[in-house]
């Protein structure tokens, strides 16, 4: 019969006798189970004893923790918490410096204990130990002991830290600051000043006067101590007055704290512990809030200075540097200049940065892309202003926009997590780590608009795209800001498609048979959808360049497909047309049943000849060529990878080939995938009227066959 649920088995330690083997009822005192137990070994003065764990910690056992007990725990008869405080306070305050040193080592073990820890303070231990380190009397290993207790100690909160005096302070400082000190003194000391900081904002400035980041900053060369003392800069930094951590953060740039921590601590040559890296991550976040004040700043449309800064924009992507004629253009002008740029209000762009977040912050991110990128910049915004208007993608909407994405993405204004470790590594690979990723980010959105061929009206979507690009980007922890460009490259359009569409397939209830046979009834007509959509796109036909030796000579070309699928039309264009072109402005045409093959890539002719060679790998990836009779070809450069897949696709769907570009495959698993929702949703929404009970009778197999069109 097992024994109550209130009742465990135990067995109890004494030195130097047999153990005891009982049952703790739970209901019983603990003071009348610690008698029995001292009555087993003849022991007097019960009241003086106390049992404690034999394992781990080694933590006091009391009325309150009791339950924690299990069965075949092992037990320890020890002396009760308030005897053992009041021996060791008599101890640590003897003259034999032996008997003080093993009091101070014993008191530093227990003094994790909260029931002993309670009593030892009420005893003033706590003010007798700091006396012994104002002192100055001790060092090495009786020192380090000491210190330790005290924290440990003050750790429980059973008082305040605001009663430390000012020479306790000064002495743990001296520690910190001087050239020769143990280890375990040093890190210690940093451990008692970063909880001074922490829990007591009197003694933040006694700390702040004795301790200089310089001095800290020291510290991190050293493996052991470097994370006391970047907790310790940590503390410094939250703790500071908002006026204070902006003249912080500039010591910290001019001590070089950055690379210090990426030479010493990231690129180290000892793996990173977790305490370490939610130290960084602090570090981390602490200094990307110090942005929050410029997100939080609204635009003062009437302030001349920041209007200058709008002004400059304009001025570097249309002027350029030198051009005399800037500051003469007529202002009647700059209206077309600024919407060119992307503002959503081109008459008074200084309207787009009066919403917070991002604020200011925006406009700060935009002029250093425009100053220290100015080659990106300047391409960006003149490659939009010359697409079509609804294909343009507006770069001052999407620069505003970015920036509050990645003000989210960072968390920046919010305090750091506690246990959290997610730190960056490439943050501290760069001084101005906060400016380079919003222009790496914001190369990303220009190019993501390009794949998903976005309008305006397709805004939102693609700052869905770009975010979750960046956020799986980042989820791979770059090591440099290349790095992030690297994984940033992998992650296109088509790429997140295939993730998305993976991870929904990954799912259990799509890998259940009903589904998987739904999936591969549905794909046909979903396929035929695609090829038709590919056809239909052919017949509104596409425009080409045409690319010769000279660039500066280049011709228009256009292509497209008889509505009947029979004839390819083509002719040349003197530029680039606006609209549909009519078949009757295209003189040449080959009939689709002449058509003998379509290749790609390096399998071109026009690649294949010797000026083709210096194409780059971009126009490679776009060429294309139709091979007819009698041994000609029509060759083909797309402007850009959507039309590339849209052709090619669509003239292996005309001659009866199978269509294999990522981008139907992209399309396929995306449309399957909606129209399976669909049809479920159809299911699910299904009313089944209530049958009459059936007739009992001999058990049978049932076969259900859904209709799923």
Known sequence: MPPPADVVKVAI??????????????????????REVCDGWSLSGAEQFALRYADGPQLYITEQSRGDIKNGT?????????RAARQLLERIQSHGIDARLEALKELAKLSADPTFAAEFINMEGIGTLARLVESGTHFGEMLAFTLTAFLELMDHSIVSWDLISLSFIKQIAGYVNQPMVDVSILQRSLAI?????????????????????GQLIGHLSNQEIQTYAIALINALFLKAPEDRRQEMASTLAQKHLRSIILNHIV?????IKAEMAH??????????NLLEERMMTKMDPNDQTQRDVIFELRRIAFDGENDPTGTEKR????AKDYKMLGFTNHLNPAMDFTQTPPGMLALDNMLYLAKVHQDTYIRIVLENSSREDKHECPFGRCAIELTRVLCEILQVGELPNEGCNDYHPMFFTHDRAWEEFFCVCIQLLNKTWKEMRATAEDFNKVMQVAREQITRALAMKPSSLDQLKNKLRGLSYSEILRLRQSERMSQDDFQSPPIIELRERIQPEILELIKQQRLNRLCEGSCFRKVGNRRRQEKFWFCRLSLNHKVLHYGDLDESPQGEVPLEMLSDKIPVCDIKSVVTGKDCPHMKEKSALKQNKEVLELAFSVL?????????????????????DGLCALLGREMGSDLTRSDLDTLISMEMKLRLLDLENITIPEAPPPVPKEPSSYNFTYNYS
Not at 74 to 82: D, H, M, Q, V, Y
Not at 194 to 213: D, F, K, P, W
Not at 267 to 271: F, L, Q, S, T, V
Request: proline fraction near 7%; charged fraction near 20%.
């Open 13 to 34: 330690e004494w030195p130097g006798a047999n153990a005891q083997l009982i049952e703790i009822d739970q209901k019983r005192p603990l003071a009348s189970i610690i």
């Open 74 to 82: 092992i037990l320890r008869l020890a002396i009760s918490p308030a």
């Open 193 to 213: 000043l970063e909880s001074m900081v922490l829990n007591s904002h009197s003694l933040y400035h006694r700390v702040a006067q004795e301790i200089t980041v």
């Open 267 to 271: 690129r180290g040559n000892r793996p």
């Open 279 to 288: 130290q960084l991550y602090v570090l981390q976040v602490l200094t990307f």
């Open 331 to 334: 202002k009647a002008l700059y």
């Open 628 to 648: 007819y009779d009698p041994d000609e070809t029509l060759n083909f450069v797309a402007p850009n990878k959507y039309e590339y897949c849209v052709w090619t």
